[in-house]
């Protein structure tokens, strides 16, 4: 899951890619986003976008500003989440409903109720 600070700069990756997907923020931007967010730098953000594969290919400035490429999953992250939610709801919500049903019925069986 992305936090919100996160969210921000790969939304504004997006916006800001060309058409094969690569990405380049320039120092004034670089700046500023790490004023945005001061709990965690830009540079903090973009290696945890690519250690999570949201990002690859990073190439840092000295001077600030950055080059990297937003990978299928970087794109379309918010896809992978609603993916990542919705297997969350059927381990955590439905199945353990299923089985409670299915467990009352089978007791309702043993003990008579349906004869």
Not at 17 to 45: A, L, Q, W
Not at 79 to 84: H, I, P
Not at 88 to 106: D, R
Request: with cysteine; hydrophobic share 40%; glycine share 6%.
């Amino acid at each position: 899951m992305l936090d919100s600070k996160t969210r921000k700069l790969l939304n504004f990756s997006i916006n800001k890619r060309n058409e094969d997907n690569y990405c380049s923020i320039n120092k004034n931007e670089f700046i500023y986003h790490s004023k945005v967010m001061p709990c965690g730098n830009t540079s903090n953000i973009l290696h945890y976008l690519e250690e999570h594969g949201y990002v690859d290919d990073i190439s840092e400035f000295r001077g600030g500003g950055a080059d990297f490429h937003i990978t299928h999953k970087g794109c379309n992250y918010k896809a992978f989440m609603w993916l990542e939610f919705r297997a969350f709801l059927m381990k955590s919500v439905i199945v353990p409903i299923i089985v409670a049903i299915l467990t009352t019925f089978i007791t309702l069986f043993i003990s008579g109720v349906f004869k």
